[in-house]
C-alpha cells in the first residue's frame, strides 16, 4: 500500500515538472524522468513520423527507434529549452533511415501535401497557401522522389528565406520555430520566455510583413515586365465631374446612392455623357433598390448584393457591356474576415485598370476611401499610386485635387474588396428596349428573384424585414440611419425619373404609358414622402429618436408600411407597361 502511495505521488509530482527539470534528471540517469518525456510527447513524435512516411505501423517502429536514440544520446543536448526541435530532427532523420534501410523509393505520397492536391499546381505566390504547407510538412532533405516536386518545394523555400529578411531576428526565431520546427505557441512561450498572446500576436504580425513583402515583389515583377514592353508610365484623364464640386445645380445634397452616381460618373468618358442622374439611376434600377441586413439593418446592406451579375446587367438597359475583376467578399452577412488579394490577383486587377484607363474610360472600384463605390480616374507607375476618388468624400474637392492611393493598398483596405468594372463596348438603344429592361430588372429585384445574400433581404420582402427588426428590438441606430437616408435618396430619383420619362414619351402607346409612368411618380412620391419623414425621426447627421424605443419603433413601422403600400402600387404601374411593351 505504501509502495503504491509513493508511486503514485511520484507520478503526480513528475508530472507538475516542466520538460527542462526532467530533462536535466534524465541525463542524471533518472529513467522515470525520461519516461515523463517520453509520454508527454510521444504522440507529438509520432505525429512528425506519421507526416514522413504514412504508415501508422511504420511511424510507430520510428517513434520507438527514435526515442531509443534520444535517450542515449540524451547527455549530448546543452540547451534543455531546444528539447523539441532536438528530437523532431532525431525523428526526422530516423525515417529516412527506416525508408532508406529497406531499399524503398520514397513513395510520391509521402511528397504530397496533406489536402491532396499535387505541390508542383500549388500558387506558391500565395502567402497562406505557402504558410498552410510548410505548418504541414518540413522540407525533405532526402535525394530520393520525384525531381519536379523538390524543384518545387525549393523554390518555395527559397522564396520564403528571401521574404523573411523583413523581419526582425525576433520575429523570425518565432516564425521559424512555428512554421518550421512546428512547435506550438505554448512551446515557443517557453521557448523565447514570453506569453503565448505575444506569440500569436508575433506570428499575426510576421505574416502580414510577409505578405505586403510578396505584395512587393510581385508589383516589382509586374512593373519591370511593363518596362520591358514600353507600356504607358502612367495615364491621367480629367477627373470625373461626380468627384468635384463642379456638379450639377440641382444636386442640393451630397448622393446616397454611391452606386448609381458612379456609374453616371463612367458615363463621363462615353457619347452619353449628358444623360441626366436620374436617368442614370432609374435605367440601372439603382433608384428603386432596397437592400438591408435583417435583424439589425446595418449599414453594409446597401452594397450587400452580386454586383457581377446586377451592375454589368443593369448598365445593359443604358446599352453598355461591361467587364468586371473581383467582386464581394462572401455572399452573407456578417462577411467571413475577407483574406486580402494575392499578389497575383493584384497585378491582374491593375493590368485591367491600367488598360481601361490607357483606353480613356474610367473604372468603377470598391473601397477605395471607404467601403462604398468609387471611381479610379489615373496612373502613375513611377509613383506607383491610382488616382481615386469616391462621390462622398470628394464631393467638396475642387478638380485640381487628386488623391493618390498607393497600388499595394488597392483591395486591403477596411473590407480586403477587390473589385473593378469598366465599360467595354455600347450599342444603341430604343426608348422601349431601355425601359423595358429597366422594368425587368426593377421588378427582379422587388419580387425577389434576385437572389439575397445570407442574412439579408432584398425589394419588397426588405419591407418586412425592416419592420420586424424594429419588433424585435435590435436595430442599429447608425445603420437605420443610413438606410433611412439612402432610401430616401433613392425613392426621390425613381420619381423624378418616372416622371421624366412620362413627359418625355414618345414611343409606343404614348399615351396609355405616359399615364401609367405618371401614375408609378405619384406612387413613388409617396413613397418617398414616407422616408423623408423616416428621416426627420433617423436623421443620418444630427439628433435622433433612439430607434428601439417602442413608441418610435411603432412610428417607424407605420411609415415603412406606407411606404410600401405606395412601392407595391408604383410597380403595379410599371408591370403593365412592361407587359405593354413586351407584346409590342
Known amino acids: 500500500m505504501l509502495r503504491e502511495n509513493m508511486r503514485s505521488l511520484n507520478e503526480n509530482t513528475l508530472e507538475e515538472r516542466s520538460d527542462a527539470d526532467l530533462i536535466a534528471q534524465a541525463q542524471n540517469g533518472e529513467r522515470e524522468a525520461f519516461g515523463e518525456l517520453f509520454r508527454r510527447h510521444h504522440a507529438k513524435a509520432h505525429g512528425w513520423a506519421r507526416s514522413l512516411v504514412r504508415d501508422t505501423h511504420t511511424a510507430d517502429d520510428i517513434v520507438q527507434e527514435a526515442l531509443i536514440k534520444a535517450f542515449l544520446h540524451l547527455g549530448t543536448l546543452m540547451n534543455a529549452e531546444r528539447f523539441l526541435p532536438w528530437l523532431h530532427r532525431i525523428v526526422k532523420n530516423q525515417a529516412y533511415d527506416k525508408l532508406k534501410s529497406s531499399q524503398r523509393e520514397l513513395p510520391f505520397s509521402i511528397l504530397l501535401p496533406h489536402d491532396g492536391g499535387r505541390e508542383e499546381d500549388a500558387n506558391w505566390r500565395s502567402i497562406d497557401r505557402i504558410l498552410y504547407r510548410l505548418h504541414k510538412r518540413n522540407k525533405l532533405d532526402s535525394p530520393d522522389g520525384d525531381p519536379a516536386v523538390r524543384l518545387v518545394r525549393n ?53 502580414k510583413k510577409i505578405t505586403l513583402e510578396r505584395i512587393r515583389s510581385d508589383l516589382n515583377l509586374y512593373l519591370s515586365q511593363r518596362r520591358l514592353g ?256 439612402l432610401v430616401h435618396d433613392a425613392r426621390k430619383y425613381a420619381a423624378l425619373f418616372l416622371r421624366e420619362t412620362a413627359n418625355d414619351w414618345s414611343g409606343l402607346e404614348k399615351a396609355k404609358i405616359s399615364a401609367l409612368l405618371s401614375e408609378a411618380a405619384s406612387s413613388y412620391e409617396s413613397c418617398a414622402q414616407s422616408f423623408r419623414e423616416l428621416c426627420r425621426m433617423f436623421p443620418f447627421a444630427g439628433n435622433r429618436l433612439p430607434p428601439n424605443d417602442r413608441s418610435n419603433a411603432s412610428a417607424a413601422i407605420k411609415l415603412l408600411r406606407e411606404a410600401k403600400a405606395a412601392e407595391e402600387e408604383g410597380l403595379t404601374a410599371l408591370q403593365e407597361i412592361g407587359v405593354i411593351l413586351s407584346s409590342t
Open 155 to 207: 523554390e518555395w523555400y527559397e522564396t520564403m528565406l528571401h521574404l523573411l529578411q523583413c523581419l526582425t531576428k525576433r520575429e523570425r526565431d518565432i516564425f521559424e520555430s512555428y512554421f518550421f520546427e512546428q512547435l506550438t505557441p505554448k512551446e515557443i512561450a517557453e521557448l523565447f520566455r514570453t506569453t503565448t498572446d505575444n506569440v500569436y500576436m508575433v506570428l499575426s504580425r510576421s505574416k
Open 230 to 485: 514600353e507600356k504607358m508610365a502612367r495615364q491621367m484623364l480629367k477627373k470625373p465631374r461626380v468627384l468635384h464640386w463642379k456638379s450639377p445645380v440641382y444636386w442640393s445634397h451630397e448622393p446616397w446612392t454611391t452606386a448609381g452616381f458612379n456609374l453616371y460618373g463612367l458615363l463621363e468618358a462615353t457619347g452619353k455623357s449628358e444623360l441626366p442622374v436620374s436617368t442614370v439611376l432609374g435605367l440601372t434600377g439603382q433608384s428603386f433598390r432596397l437592400n438591408i441586413v435583417k435583424e439589425t439593418i446595418h449599414t453594409a446592406g446597401a452594397t450587400l448584393y452580386d454586383w457581377n451579375r446586377v451592375i454589368p446587367s443593369a448598365m445593359r438597359n443604358l446599352g453598355f457591356s461591361c467587364s468586371t475583376v473581383g467582386g464581394p467578399s462572401g455572399q452573407s452577412f456578417p462577411r467571413a474576415a475577407a483574406a486580402a488579394p494575392s499578389g497575383e490577383a493584384l497585378t491582374e486587377a491593375l493590368a485591367f485598370i491600367q488598360s481601361t484607363l490607357d483606353q480613356g474610360h474610367y473604372v468603377m472600384s470598391f473601397d477605395l476611401t471607404l467601403p462604398e463605390f468609387g471611381i479610379i480616374y489615373g496612373y502613375n507607375d513611377d509613383r506607383r499610386e491610382l488616382y481615386v476618388g469616391d462621390v462622398n468624400v470628394s464631393f467638396h474637392r475642387k478638380p485640381e485635387e487628386d488623391e493618390g492611393m498607393p497600388y499595394e493598398r488597392l483591395g486591403r483596405m477596411t473590407t480586403n474588396t477587390l473589385f473593378a468594372l469598366s465599360i467595354t463596348g455600347q450599342e444603341d438603344l430604343t426608348q422601349e428596349e431601355a425601359l423595358a429592361g429597366a422594368i425587368r430588372s426593377i421588378t427582379e429585384h422587388a419580387n425577389g428573384s434576385e437572389p439575397a445574400f445570407e442574412n439579408c433581404a432584398n425589394g419588397l420582402q426588405a419591407y418586412e424585414a425592416w419592420i420586424a427588426a424594429f419588433e424585435g428590438g435590435a436595430v442599429d441606430d447608425a445603420g437605420n440611419s443610413y438606410t433611412t437616408e
